[in-house]
């Protein structure tokens, strides 16, 4: 809940986020909480309301859409943005 609260206080805000991927490594990625572009995919909704969808900034810049991931509210280990940090 504290993750979903902090994204949507964010508003348009780049968001930096700090989780921990399935394998247990820790993945860092850049995105703005309100990008609502076209979402490519697989067209089925997410299974779980623990999953956020995003557009890494970094992958976006050379590959467009190809730049969708998504996280786990419960894998997140930190979120930043101007200046607010919420580690977990």
Do not use: H, Y
């Not at 990008?35 to 299974?47: C, H, M, N, P, S």
């Not at 894998?75 to 919420?86: K, M």
């Amino acid at each position: 809940m504290a993750v979903r609260t902090f994204l949507r206080n964010a508003g348009s805000r780049v968001v930096s986020v700090t989780f921990r991927k399935e394998d247990g490594s820790l993945r860092t990625m850049q995105f703005n909480p309100r990008d609502r572009q076209e979402i490519k995919g697989t067209g089925t909704a997410a299974l779980s309301a623990d999953v956020v969808r995003c557009r890494d900034f970094r992958i976006a810049r050379t590959q467009g859409a190809g730049a969708w991931r998504s996280f786990r509210t419960d894998r997140v280990v930190s979120l930043r943005t101007a200046g607010v940090t919420l580690t977990f």
